[in-house]
């Protein structure tokens, strides 16, 4: 999607001031010319060599245009007689820069993996020999359209990100360039386009050539589009026996028809593409008229159904079929001749021109060899994206791996790689497979693929199994990156691929697979692709072994001859060991093969040795070999096993680091190997033998010795243990001398893969059984990571109100999943019999299921039980279904049998069985029965396989049956039903899957047939579903998922998917229709990113005839929103920009007094006699909205008060809401507008805190002293008044109340959520300020303040979601407040009385709004394309309100209005999203003036007398003079924004969000984004910083020994030191791209005094010490190589402790920059705290001066005693606890805090060391606990006083507790607006500072010398001493 500054469209030479050579530049010849034919003024490119004169955008090679726009328009012509070359920098989403070229100079196509040339022919018409050369004398204007994003994904099938840079060389004349998202047609003029309602968008205004009066446009310009639509080239560029084009003249459509094409390559008969333009005289031969255009700019064309006939659709609907033509090609003389076969995404299916036999051709029919097909898509495009994935294994055995850094497991789910993070349980995938993957090893991933003519021309996209013919093994490389779609590269016959998107892992990877066919072309591709393909001349690739070292060496092991037994046993045969060389794969080379040896010996497990990857290792049946790669060759030595060479060894491992000299080997019978890979000889043999416990079956710790063995099947060392998975079930962990069983966990299988993770604390395993999960070592628990089935799924069911998914699968399992979480809640198994069908009862919790044996059981979900079994079928159950409304249950078998249940009570009983009804024999399917959304019909296929039958639920009374052979009579063969489905009940439609590949739809009623698909698979499709509102249709064949536009009479576009390694046996649409469902070897869970809606296409919510309706009502809402005729898809027609005319506005209010509540918008004032309101029509109840239509828009004044008011009538191009309901809530919020002048709230994932004890102000021990910062992310949240001085501005939750001149700060208390706005009187004596909803209020919060008491008058609550502005009328009687895009609600308030005296609903979200200070009746708001004005008008008590919707004129060229003010009367000033003001008269009701003010969006407008103030998100500010505009209101038309002049100009350091100026708009007060209010003076030209703060998260605050400086590190990598005394900022050190995490002031023994220093630790594990004295960074030293996420200096200020988020602790010396410690006792959790203090530790028992801690994460402390002078560093004391289980903690557990205590040096604060929420001070002298204080939540900060015995925690709950050691006594406080991540006392002990996020606040700290005073009315707890 286009930035939002780009949309609709961009003058490139004008944004990039061409002209001006700043930001753009010329070589050679380019000199401005004045056009005869265009009138204005061009460049003219000339000169002999082309590379030495151009233009070029931007300047240099290093910039980029950074534009978007899907199309490029060159408006251009070619010198004659000359050659010219268009150069463009394209890159991809991934950061590839693709050159793309246009030049008469190429005779042919040539593209490369960076560069695509494409000839451009211009033709006089005489002689075609030589297509390439100069251009014709006679060579007119071009409007060259480029599609970008097709360019990019034809050629090169990559992902078009934006245009990098331009560069147009000689010989041409440019007018400019343009980018854009929307398909303009510049033959349309926007005149002949609303006139002839054509279905295009015409150029705009700005990009259009003058065309002579009476002429036609096509003889004057050319126009090319390319790629072209709609067109497809012959093989033959030259004329053959083809009649030139013809004229497309309106109502008659003739086609250009090429002759047979054989597509064996993207390019038939080697024809390249090229860009071809006619000359005059060709164009010249038919005249073009003009005429109804397809919709080119929406839909994009393509030929991705490989139909035997070409797909049709055989409409008996009143509706003319389209076909489409190039207009190009018709009548213009210019087309393209780029064949459509590589117009297209290739996609792997059958485009063979195939006819099945006995099979006429009907008249719309079009087979491949007869004619082109044009198939077109639908957006958006894909429509699917793959969002989870239920399954687990490949082909033969079940794998799985850990990512480099732990956090994720790579496994395979048959042809998918899934990526699952195991803490999130987020998916990512690699798709691109088309067979199940064979094995993964290391870093690798090994598959198998289908060959190559089976992806190409079989009847699915896999290989079933191993190819017979023996032929290459493929292999894939992945690597981590952007979301890309794979591709496998080679030799394939299909021109179309179906849709694979492909995710990264974040790791590399190697994948291999069995293919047939011939050996695929080696190919590397960047990073976040499939990185290389690889084959070899094997049969079948069985293993493969990555290098740990380096990324250059990966090896595996294949077959060359077809294998009869499973892929782990290949003794029978030679087999092959490769090695390839893959170290300049991730760099974009290729994979070498280094070597290649054949072997006889069997060869179960391969490992590459981590220490040296030329080494390996290999074991089998009977023996270990040793390998090695030298000089080219592959060379192995057994080792001697002695009496063990008759084992059977599954597996091996190297061991680690300090004991790399071992390999491990294990074997079925038990046995574990220690060998010695040096001597090559046996160290230590020992077996795994099973005992039982007393009763019991399970094993216990094995003791190794003698007799019947575990069969072991998978072992994984690490630093200290090895993890063993055995065939019993169970996965071991011993230590490595074997000595005893450390842990163990049972599974429901045989364990076939266990892996140690990185760290060593996990332990993943997999499950013959489909179970895959780790064992966390710390905390002794098992986590299940994925279940699945373990045999393909034969049916689904869903449940709409649990949100659940039930399968059966051919592993005779029934399993229950939960959508939302994709885990397992049911596992029905039954060992006898297979489940065949499935289905759930619509209203309670029952599940039905089918069995092979005949039987349907009745399971209850609420206790897992069988409810009822019945035996009324004698064959295997093939069909269930239940009706809707829960009455009826139905079962047939393959025997015929119908059977009718009544199933509305818990225990089902049988009603009716029918013999000989259904279809005999028939296969189990999910569409075998189906049952209309009215439960009324029930329809299957019987009672043969040629009929369809419609009965009634009820009585199952035949109703009707049709016969489907009898369809089409000319047929030879008979048709038969394959699947069926109902449609949504109106209209009453039956789809019918034939044996044809035709989908059949039938009028339920009289079974007429209303249309036919044919073509819709090659093969039948045997499973098909409608969504419930009939926009989509799904089917499915063999692997592949194909998306229809149903709604589409004619040739409906589709979109295909691929995924599946096996038939997709079902397809469904999910609870809600926002996913789909299919299943077949796994279950994939899709989004459906259009998705469709809730009710059926052309009921009364979808009625376009219905008027759009705004709503208004004093006290009553009815924020139910449904749009007419969209349902959440794009809009069937592109809107055209800036050309609506004044839009429609409905009205729906109340009765008038005497009328009868309804009422029609007429010429005359007040009800009238008929209402046109559309059926449901909410009416409000109480007061009027006065609507009345004027004859024109603008032309009248405004009356007086209470007189008519103008307002135009005329269709609203989006569609307003025409019904809504009476809820509160919306079902589904809106989008949040591409505008940052909208207010978003920071997410928050802490909660309000209920309840807090709160003292009494008489002994308040904490006095909110000052608020550092300002909220940024705020809108309109500054208020200033000069005249008295009041200054308020937000952060957070509070409103700041300061004092300009002292810096004294009031706090405003209340809120509970972040503040969005304020707004302040005229009078400055009320302030208003709101806030969002919260989990505790379910409204938003608006607060009347009364200025000069502080206090908060009243509470407002109506808005649900934010509120979006305030404003005060002029008299201060009346205040607006308008909800944001989630609320899109306006109310009026009463000041005096906050009463609510009227609210209206809006159509769509508006950017602002403000009231006439000139008139207190009148108020606008601004949005999407149109001003609305509101008129108040009262009436006693009663407000009516008068709506006027003025659109924006195209010839203002602004999209979106974002700001308004008023100006001098009547102008009102508005800003735009493109960066234009435009102004209005608000009289005439009409736009008169715009300029462009800005490059971006324009999000604050101030205007007072003859100045006018805009800011912007591009940091500008700007003032301007309009004194002159009122003079120009009275020019109108003729006015010209040449008058208005920039004064004054400043850049700010963020996006401005507000300002506030006097009323001489000479000096003001303006916020950022940035967090910094400025104060801005413009007759100096200066801007001031007053208030500034982090826009990013607080991580650290310290302080100076001395008391006065005070520092914090942020998440904005920047480093701040500020004053105590005046809390100003001071200094910044800004570390760009990076984030700081913690920080430390020097002590005062560090040296001088002035030599003070700050020491900060960043995320890229880099430490930077800064001089405060001197501003300057003194060091910069990198002692980690994680982030560093804690750091303390020693005593002395010599030494500097560090730690990361690895638990690894540095030991630095800031002076030499040198790391001359590092200890790892806290490896593997991060180091959450390190304290250091000056205490002799004699008394402790150890030697030093340096008493310090460090805490980690997993609740660990360790203290210290050094001497670090001396090198000397000794361990004290070790704390640790088992870490607490919490559900307020869901992502992770509370912090580790520790500290000293101030007051006794022995004594240690530790929080969140403990299974409940407490601080416990724990004494280093008596090695115990001495005390425990009780918390009310966990603790996420700590600070304890060095004055009074007093202790700050801070919550997650945004609570800040005081509590006294001594008394016991605690108060809590409030104010923040997130977690209290930090606390921190002052040395001095008289201040507190509390961070939450990036706000900081100043607590003044009562009696911090002495505890003589009580806390208060806080609570007492009783401590616990131990």
């Not at 002990?1885 to 607590?1899: D, G, K, P, T």
Request: contains cysteine; charged residues 20%; proline residues 7%.
């Amino acid at each position: 999607m286009a930035k939002a500054w780009q949309h609709p469209f961009l003058n490139v030479f004008r944004h990039f001031k061409v002209g001006e050579w700043k930001r753009s530049t010329k070589e050679g010849d380019v000199t401005p010319v004045t056009d005869k034919t265009l009138k204005c003024t061009v460049y003219r490119i000339r000169g002999s060599v082309s590379a030495g004169n151009y233009i070029q955008l931007p300047q240099t090679a290093t910039q980029s245009l950074g534009l978007t726009g899907r199309y490029l328009y060159v408006l251009f012509r070619p010198l004659p007689s000359k050659h010219f070359v268009i150069h463009l920098d394209v890159a991809t989403e991934d950061s590839q820069v693709i050159r793309v070229s246009f030049s008469s100079l190429f005779r042919e196509f040539k593209s490369t993996a960076t560069w695509l040339q494409f000839p451009f022919i211009c033709e006089a018409g005489t002689s075609r020999k030589d297509l390439a050369g100069v251009a014709p004398s006679g060579a007119r204007w071009t409007c060259l359209q480029l599609d970008l994003q097709d360019i990019l994904l034809v050629y090169l099938n990559r992902r078009y990100g934006h245009l990098k840079s331009v560069r147009l060389c000689a010989s041409l004349l440019v007018k400019s360039l343009y980018t854009s998202d929307l398909c303009f047609d510049p033959a349309v003029t926007v005149a002949e386009a609303r006139r002839a309602k054509l279905p295009v968008t015409p150029v705009p205004r700005e990009m259009a050539f003058p065309v002579p009066k009476g002429d036609s446009w096509h003889e004057h310009y050319v126009h090319i589009r390319f790629p072209s639509v709609g067109s497809r080239a012959s093989s033959e560029p030259a004329q053959k026996s083809r009649s030139p084009p013809e004229a497309v003249f309106r109502g008659h459509v003739r086609e250009l028809v090429p002759p047979p094409v054989a597509f064996s390559n993207p390019f038939p008969d080697g024809v390249s593409p090229a860009v071809r333009m006619f000359g005059p005289t060709a164009s010249r031969q038919a005249r073009p008229v003009p005429r109804p255009l397809p919709e080119v700019s929406l839909f994009r064309e393509h030929s991705e159904v490989p139909s035997m006939n070409g797909p049709r659709d055989r409409s008996q609907e009143p509706s003319a079929r389209a076909e489409v033509t190039d207009k190009h090609t018709a009548g213009n003389g210019v087309h393209t001749a780029v064949p459509e076969s590589a117009m297209v995404p290739v996609a792997l299916e059958d485009v063979a021109p195939r006819q099945p036999p006995g099979r006429k051709q009907s008249r719309p029919e079009m087979t491949l060899g007869e004619t082109v097909f044009e198939q077109r898509s639908f957006l958006p495009d894909p429509i699917l994206k793959l969002k989870g994935v239920i399954g687990f294994g490949g082909h033969s055995t079940k794998w799985a791996l850990w990512t480099k850094d732990g956090a994720a497991v790579v496994y395979p789910c048959h042809a998918v790689i899934v990526v699952l993070h195991v803490d999130t349980r987020e998916q990512r995938f690699f798709l691109g497979h088309t067979d199940k993957l064979l094995q993964q090893r290391g870093a690798a991933l090994w598959r198998r693929q289908g060959p190559p003519w089976e992806n190409g021309n079989g009847p699915g996209l896999g290989g079933r199994g191993e190819d017979p013919h023996g032929r290459a093994g493929t292999g894939r490389g992945w690597g981590a990156g952007a979301q890309v779609e794979s591709r496998l590269l080679g030799k394939q016959s299909s021109p179309a691929r179906p849709r694979a998107p492909c995710t990264p892992c974040g790791t590399a990877g190697f994948s291999a697979l069995p293919d047939g066919g011939s050996t695929y072309t080696r190919h590397a591709v960047l990073a976040g692709r499939v990185l290389h393909v690889s084959s070899s001349q094997v049969r079948c690739v069985h293993g493969v072994s990555y290098a740990t070292a380096g990324p250059s060496l990966l090896v595996g092991r294949c077959s060359p001859f077809p294998q009869t037994r499973p892929a782990s046993s290949v003794c029978g045969s030679r087999g092959v060991v490769l090695a390839w060389g893959t170290e300049q794969v991730g760099r974009g080379g290729e994979a070498v093969l280094l070597a290649k040896t054949h072997t006889g010996v069997d060869i179960q497990a391969f490992k590459v040795a981590f220490f040296d990857e030329t080494r390996m290792a290999s074991c089998g049946q009977g023996g270990v070999r040793l390998w090695r790669l030298r000089g080219g060759e592959l060379r192995s030595c057994p080792v001697d096993l002695g009496e063990h060479r008759v084992l059977e060894l599954t597996d091996l491992a190297f061991g680690q680091a300090q004991d790399s000299h071992t390999l491990y080997v294990c074997g079925r019978s038990g046995h574990i190997l220690e060998i010695d890979h040096r001597r090559r000889a046996v160290r230590r043999a020992r077996r795994l033998l099973p005992t039982q416990t007393p009763g019991g079956h399970s094993s216990q710790k094995q003791p190794f010795g003698t007799g019947p063995g575990i069969s072991i099947s998978s072992l994984s060392v690490s630093q200290t243990t090895c993890a063993v998975g055995s065939d019993d079930g169970y996965v071991r962990l011993w230590p490595l001398d074997f000595s005893s069983v450390l842990l163990e966990a049972e599974h429901e299988g045989p364990v076939s893969w266990v892996c140690v993770s990185p760290d060593g604390l996990r332990v993943l395993s997999a499950t013959l059984s489909g179970h895959l999960g780790f064992l966390d070592v710390p905390s002794r628990e098992y986590n299940t990571l994925a279940r699945s089935h373990t045999a393909p799924v034969l049916a689904l069911a869903t449940e709409c109100s649990r949100g659940q998914l039930a399968t059966v699968s051919q592993d005779h399992t029934v399993r229950v999943w939960d959508l939302a979480t994709l885990q397992q809640l049911y596992d029905l198994r039954s060992p006898e019999e297979t489940p065949r069908a499935i289905a759930f009862h619509p209203t309670q919790p029952v599940l039905f299921c089918g069995f092979a044996s005949g039987a349907v059981c009745s399971f209850s979900l609420e206790n897992a039980g069988v409810l009822v079994r019945h035996r009324r079928h004698q064959g295997a159950v093939t069909g269930l279904a239940a009706s809707p409304d829960g009455s009826f249950l139905f079962s047939s078998c393959s025997r015929g049998t119908l059977a009718q249940y009544h199933c509305s009570t818990t225990r089902c009983h049988v009603l009716r069985v029918t013999a000989n009804v259904v279809c005999r024999d028939a296969r189990p399917t999910p569409n075998a029965l189906v049952v209309s959304g009215d439960s009324r019909l029930l329809a299957f296929v019987g009672p043969s396989e040629y009929v369809v039958t419609i009965v009634s639920t009820a009585s199952l009374e035949e109703l009707l049956r049709v016969d489907v052979s009898a369809l089409e009579l000319a047929g030879s063969r008979l048709d038969s039903a394959v699947a069926i489905c109902f449609g949504p009940v109106p209209p009453g439609h039956l789809l019918v899957s034939t044996s044809s590949h035709t989908v059949v739809v039938l009028d339920a009623a009289s079974g007429r047939v209303v249309r036919e698909l044919s073509g819709v698979h090659s093969v039948a499709c045997p499973s098909l579903a409608l969504s419930r509102d009939a926009r989509f249709l799904l089917t499915a064949t063999d692997r592949v998922i194909r998306v229809w536009d149903y709604p589409a009479k004619a040739s409906p576009g589709c979109q295909v998917y691929i995924g599946h390694s096996e038939p997709v046996r079902a397809v469904a649409f999910a609870p809600g229709q926002r996913q789909l469902l299919s299943v077949a070897d796994a279950i994939f869970l899709w989004d459906v990113l259009g998705a469709p809606g809730g009710s059926p296409s052309g009921s009364a919510g979808d009625s376009p005839g219905a008027p759009p309706t705004c709503e208004a009502s004093p006290g009553a809402r009815q924020p139910e929103d449904t749009e007419a005729g969209t349902g959440g898809l794009p809009r069937q027609q592109v809107p055209v920009p800036s050309q609506a005319s004044p839009l429609q506005l409905g009205a729906r209010a109340g009765p008038l007094k005497g009328a009868d509540g309804a009422f029609s918008t007429s010429d005359e004032e007040g009800p009238s006699q008929e209402s046109h309101s559309p059926e449901g029509l909410h009416q409000a109840s109480s007061l009027p909205m006065l609507v009345k239509e004027a004859s024109g828009a603008g032309d009248g004044a405004r009356g007086a008060p209470g007189g008519p008011w103008g307002f135009s009538m005329r269709p609203h191009p989006c569609g307003w809401a025409t019904a809504r309901s009476t809820t509160k809530a919306q079902a589904h919020p809106p989008a949040r507008p591409d505008c940052y002048r909208h207010f978003t709230a920071r997410y928050k994932a802490s909660s309000l805190v209920k309840s807090a004890s709160v003292p009494s102000a008489r002994v308040e021990r904490l006095l909110l002293k000052a608020v550092v910062g300002y909220n940024g992310n705020g809108r309109a949240n500054v208020v200033w008044k000069p005249d008295t001085g009041f200054f308020a501005y937000t952060c957070g939750c509070l409103v700041v109340v300061e004092d300009l001149h002292s810096g004294a700060q009031r706090h405003w208390l209340g809120h509970p959520e972040e503040i969005s706005t304020l707004a302040l009187s005229h009078d400055a004596q009320i302030l208003a300020s709101a806030s969002g909803c919260s989990s505790t209020a379910s409204c938003c919060q608006i607060r009347i303040w009364d200025v000069p008491g502080g206090s908060c008058r009243h509470l407002l609550s109506y808005h649900d979601t934010a509120v979006q502005a305030l404003a005060f009328s002029p008299d201060d009687a009346l205040l607006v407040t308008l909800g944001d895009y989630g609320d899109c609600t306006l109310a009026l308030w009463s000041v005096a009385t906050c009463e609510l005296l009227s609210s209206a609903r809006l159509p769509e979200p508006a950017h602002g709004v403000a009231f006439n200070p000139r008139d207190a009746r009148e108020l606008a708001c601004v949005g999407q394309g149109a001003v609305t004005s509101w008129l108040l008008q009262q009436r006693g008590a009663e407000v009516t309100l008068q709506v006027h919707r003025e659109p924006i004129p195209e010839e203002v060229g602004a999209g979106e209005l974002t700001s308004l003010c008023y100006g001098a009367a009547p102008l009102l000033y508005c800003g735009s999203n493109t960066g234009r003001v435009c102004v209005w008269d608000t009289r005439a009701g009409r736009c008169f003036l715009a300029w462009e003010a800005d490059d971006g969006e324009i999000g604050v407008l101030l205007c007072s007398g003859a100045r006018l103030v805009s800011g912007s998100n591009t940091r500008r500010l700007r003032l301007w003079a309009v004194g002159a505009v009122p003079e120009l209101r009275r020019k109108g038309a003729r006015a010209r924004s040449s008058s208005v002049f920039m004064e004054h100009e400043l850049t700010l350091d963020g996006a401005i969000v507000s300002a506030v100026f006097h009323d001489s708009m000479d000096m003001g007060v303006v916020g950022t984004t940035a967090g910094t209010l400025w104060y801005v003076s413009w007759a100096d030209g200066t801007s001031t910083r007053l208030i500034s703060g982090h826009r990013s998260k607080v991580n650290e605050v310290v302080f100076s020994p001395s008391a006065s400086h005070w520092a914090t590190c942020s998440d904005d990598g920047s480093v701040r030191v500020w004053s105590l005394a005046s809390m100003e900022l001071l200094i910044q050190f800004q570390v760009l791209n990076q984030s700081c995490l913690c920080l430390a002031w020097s002590p005062p023994s560090c040296g001088r005094p002035e030599e003070q220093q700050v020491a900060a630790g960043y995320s890229d594990g880099t430490l930077r010490v800064f001089s405060v004295s001197q501003i300057a960074m003194e060091l910069k030293m990198r002692p980690h190589r994680a982030a560093l996420t804690a750091i303390a200096f020693s005593a002395d200020g010599q030494t500097i402790l560090s730690g990361d988020k690895d638990g690894l602790v540095a030991v630095s010396r800031p002076r030499t920059g040198m790391t001359f410690h590092v200890l790892s006792d806290h490896r593997g959790a991060p180091i959450s705290a390190i304290q250091s203090t000056d205490k002799e530790c004699g008394d402790l028992g150890a030697e030093g001066a340096d008493l310090w801690l460090a805490a980690s994460s997993d609740q660990r402390i360790s203290i210290w005693a050094s001497d670090w002078p001396r090198g000397h560093c000794e361990l004290l004391d070790w704390l640790s606890s088992p870490s607490p289980t919490l559900t307020e903690f869901p992502g992770r557990p509370p912090p580790c805090l520790a500290a000293f205590c101030p007051w006794d040096g022995a004594l240690l604060a530790c929080a969140g060391l403990g299974m409940h929420p407490e601080v416990v001070f724990y004494s280093l002298h008596r090695k115990q606990v001495v005390e425990r204080i009780p918390l009310p939540f966990f603790a996420v900060s700590l600070s304890l006083s060095p004055g009074a015995h007093l202790m700050a925690v801070g919550f997650a709950e945004r609570m800040l507790r005081l509590v006294d050691c001594e008394s016991g006594a605690v108060q809590d406080f409030a104010g923040h607006d997130d977690l209290v991540q930090l606390c921190r006392f002052a040395p001095s002990a008289r201040l507190l500072f509390s961070v939450a996020h990036s706000e900081i606040l100043v607590w003044e700290v009562s009696g911090h010398r002495a505890t003589e005073e009580s806390l208060g009315s806080g609570s007492w707890p009783a401590w616990r001493r131990s």
